[in-house]
């Protein structure tokens, strides 16, 4: 910490991150001095068990709450914008980049954002496009989404006139908005290096800790995730994720190529689709009808052909 802007501004010229005390070995973020393995002396351990003592506090005091309503967010910047929103005259104070316009709940997690500049300086003085907090956010207009495949849903409807640089796979099709996440696919997918996580009850195998630890949650007929709108429960986050888009949002992210009619789910877009390219694919099996979606084609066959037997 420091005490003025200058003092913080002159440390910055020759910081470096986060050093190794056994080897000297520099990082941009703490947690890959967490990762880092090194045959260092004791005091490098000593050093490395403090690390892991504020990783392990800062996992710990997730989620966010907002002090005057109690809501809940997992991101310091999530938890600056509702302030901004809803609580526009309240007196609390908020921390803004001082590269781009975001702001943050905390001084820590602002000091954590600007690192991400930090590492986008190369040696020439030039520098890249300023990546931010989260990296589903739009580089554009800032607008957040969950997914990776939303966000570039995002950029092909609403910026379609707009040049931004796409990380394609050399390997598939995929396609991704930085650097990192083309390479976690290419190590997840091709490399077949995939972690893996084991049920303790049945052994079932999961490539996600998240995936885990909600389906942990089912053996023990806890369901960790509650909607603030309906209080309904669910046991997975997806679900709980595409329960609040479907029932409480009114967002309609994904936009049919042929009409540009809006719809909630990618699902209900791929069955509007149908309507534009006359694709049937659910055929009947005791006629020659044939219907474009699921639900059509269970209706007709209890109303033309009976329940089954």
Same mark, same amino acid.
Request: with cysteine; hydrophobic share 25%; proline share 4%.
């Given at each position: 910490?420091?005490?003025?802007?200058?003092?913080?501004?002159?440390?910055?010229?020759?910081?470096? !991150?986060?050093?190794?005390?056994?080897?000297?070995? $520099?990082?941009?973020?703490?947690?890959?001095?967490?990762?880092?393995?090194?045959?260092?002396?004791?005091?490098?351990?000593? @050093?490395?068990?403090?690390?892991?003592?504020?990783?392990?506090?800062?996992?710990?005091?997730?989620?966010?709450?907002?002090?005057?309503? @109690?809501?809940?967010?997992?991101?310091?910047?999530?938890?600056?914008?509702?302030?901004?929103?809803?609580?526009? *005259?309240?007196?609390?104070?908020?921390? $803004?980049?001082?590269?781009?316009?975001?702001?943050? *709940?905390?001084?820590?997690?602002? =000091?954590?954002?600007?690192?991400?500049?930090?590492?986008?300086?190369?040696?020439?003085?030039?520098?890249?496009? *300023?990546?931010?907090?989260?990296?589903?956010?739009?580089?554009?207009?800032?607008?957040?989404?969950?997914?990776?495949?939303?966000?570039?849903?995002?950029?092909?409807?609403?910026? *379609?006139?707009?040049?931004?640089?796409?990380?394609?796979?050399?390997?598939?099709? =995929?396609?991704?908005?930085?650097?990192?996440?083309?390479?976690?696919?290419?190590?997840?997918?091709?490399?077949?290096?995939?972690?893996?996580?084991?049920?303790?009850?049945?052994?079932?195998?999961?490539?996600?800790?998240?995936?885990?630890?909600?389906?942990?949650?089912?053996?023990? !007929?806890?369901?960790?995730?509650?909607?603030?709108?309906?209080?309904?429960?669910? @046991?997975?986050?997806?679900?709980?994720? =595409?329960?609040?888009?479907?029932?409480?949002?009114?967002?309609?992210?994904?936009?049919?190529?042929?009409?540009?009619?809006?719809?909630?789910?990618?699902?209900?877009?791929?069955?509007?689709? =149908?309507?534009?390219?006359?694709?049937?694919?659910?055929?009947?099996?005791?006629?020659?009808?044939?219907?474009?979606?699921?639900?059509?084609?269970?209706?007709?066959?209890?109303?033309?052909?009976?329940?089954?037997?």
């Amino acid at each position: 910490m420091f005490a003025s802007t200058a003092e913080l501004d002159a440390h910055c010229t020759h910081c470096n !991150g986060y050093g190794c005390e056994g080897c000297g070995q $520099q990082f941009p973020f703490v947690g890959q001095l967490r990762e880092h393995e090194c045959n260092g002396t004791s005091k490098h351990q000593q @050093s490395m068990q403090l690390v892991n003592d504020l990783i392990d506090g800062i996992e710990v005091s997730l989620p966010l709450q907002c002090g005057l309503c @109690s809501m809940e967010y997992s991101q310091s910047s999530k938890l600056a914008q509702h302030i901004e929103k809803e609580h526009p *005259a309240a007196s609390v104070t908020l921390h $803004q980049c001082n590269i781009c316009p975001r702001k943050f *709940a905390s001084i820590g997690a602002t =000091r954590h954002h600007r690192a991400f500049h930090k590492t986008n300086t190369v040696t020439s003085g030039n520098t890249k496009p *300023a990546a931010l907090d989260d990296p589903n956010d739009c580089v554009i207009c800032l607008k957040s989404f969950k997914l990776d495949r939303e966000l570039l849903q995002h950029l092909e409807t609403d910026h *379609a006139d707009v040049s931004v640089k796409l990380y394609q796979c050399t390997k598939c099709d =995929r396609k991704f908005t930085t650097e990192a996440k083309l390479q976690k696919h290419d190590y997840n997918t091709h490399q077949g290096r995939q972690p893996q996580f084991f049920c303790s009850f049945c052994g079932r195998l999961f490539t996600k800790r998240i995936g885990l630890r909600d389906h942990e949650s089912t053996h023990r !007929g806890v369901r960790r995730y509650q909607c603030k709108e309906c209080n309904r429960e669910f @046991s997975y986050k997806s679900s709980y994720d =595409r329960h609040m888009q479907v029932v409480h949002s009114d967002a309609k992210q994904f936009t049919c190529q042929f009409c540009q009619k809006c719809f909630k789910r990618k699902a209900t877009l791929k069955v509007h689709l =149908r309507l534009h390219t006359g694709e049937k694919p659910y055929q009947c099996e005791f006629c020659s009808c044939r219907f474009v979606d699921p639900s059509s084609f269970h209706r007709h066959k209890q109303k033309e052909h009976g329940p089954p037997t």
